[in-house]
């Protein structure tokens, strides 16, 4: 069993940054990818951030150059960068782990990007 943990979410002014992390505890098993999602207010959940074991970080064109995932191995913990957000990246942003054992999500935490 797999439980991932997000923070630090909030409100930022627009051009502002917020660094979320997503502590993962369990075993995993394989991981075959991780990464970070979003869902606004009557839209699907969407892709922000995927790295698999053997590839590349992917960004949708929306985040590119903004956004950074990151990871600490040793921590077990994985991070999302955001910088110079815009109001349109309000959402709840969900990190994931994709693995062996299952697929495990956590519970989401609010980003509000607001003047």
């Known amino acids: 069993q797999v439980q991932l943990v997000e923070s630090g979410g909030g409100l930022v002014q627009p051009g502002g940054s917020l660094r979320l992390s997503c502590a993962a505890s369990?075993?995993?098993?394989?991981?075959?990818?991780m990464g970070w999602y979003r869902q606004a207010p009557g839209k699907q959940r969407e892709l922000v951030a995927q790295i698999t074991t053997s590839g590349p970080t992917n960004y949708p064109d929306s985040v590119k150059g903004r956004f950074t995932f990151g990871r600490d191995i040793a921590e077990n913990t994985m991070y999302l960068q955001m910088n110079n957000l815009k109001p349109e990246d309000t959402a709840v942003y969900y990190c994931?782990?994709?693995?062996?054992?299952?697929?495990?999500w956590g519970q989401g935490t609010q980003v509000t990007v607001s003047a």
């Open positions: 994931r782990q994709h693995g062996s054992v299952g697929d495990y």
């Open positions: 369990g075993s995993p098993g394989r991981i075959y990818f």
